[in-house]
T-cell receptor, first 110, second 116 residues
């Protein structure tokens, strides 16, 4: 079993829809949770960074962490074609090594 | 300036060549990282430098040799690579070694390496 599980997709939704991306994990020591967006042939761009449980909102993006269920989510409201990318969850217990999910390929159709 | 830069953007090399990848950041970050990313896979950590000293080597073959000349620069020296080493090589940096709140890793755009 992988430490972090993420459905690779692909996921295709119409423009304006609410997108829900999720990761589950098995290591209860994880405390820091990140979502990265990666466009094709580019480096990952940090979208959201959260510590422990709870919600964090930044514009159209909301990150949720449920440590009791070992489950994290990223919601994208009013999705745009420019949101089409691969979304990677990543997490760590506080060391320098990030553990990544497989990434979900998302396409927003105009 | 919240940017990590990497050069070159693309590199094609033969198995007998010696080449170097370069990474630079001017954010005052004291931790720098090399990752390798294959197509449709997540980044894999290779090396971590903390305060210009190598702190993590993820059992990377010796044909990859990292170097941190100063707090802003990180190099990856390549020698006698194999075709399976072809990948996107990503550099990242974070404020201080070890993670605490607001100590996230920022990635550069990567160098796309092809080994013939």
């Amino acid at each position: 079993q992988k430490e972090v599980e993420q459905d690779p997709g692909p996921l295709s939704v119409p423009e304006g829809a609410i997108v829900s991306l999720n990761c589950t994990y098995s290591n209860s020591a994880f405390q820091y949770f990140m979502w990265y967006r990666q466009y094709s042939r580019k480096g990952p761009e940090l979208l959201m960074y959260t510590y422990s449980s709870g919600n964090k909102e930044d514009g159209r993006f909301t990150a949720q962490v449920d440590k009791s269920s070992k489950y994290i989510s990223l919601f994208i409201r009013d999705s745009q074609p420019s949101d089409s990318a691969t979304y990677l969850c990543a997490m760590t217990w506080g060391a320098q090594k990030l553990v990544f999910g497989q990434g979900t390929r998302l396409t927003i159709n105009p | 300036d919240t940017e990590v830069t990497q050069t070159p953007k693309h590199l094609v090399m033969g198995m007998t060549n010696k080449k170097s990848l370069k990474c630079e950041q001017h954010m005052g970050h004291r931790a720098m990282y090399w990752y390798k990313q294959k197509a449709k896979k997540p980044p894999e950590l290779m090396f971590v430098y903390s305060y210009e000293k190598l702190s993590i080597n993820e059992s990377v073959p010796s044909r990859f040799s990292p170097e941190c000349p100063n707090s802003s620069l990180l190099n990856l020296h390549l020698h006698a690579l194999q075709p399976e080493d072809s990948a996107l090589y990503l550099c990242a940096s974070s404020q201080t070694p070890g993670l605490a709140v607001n100590n996230e890793q920022f990635f550069g755009p990567g160098t796309r390496l092809t080994v013939l």
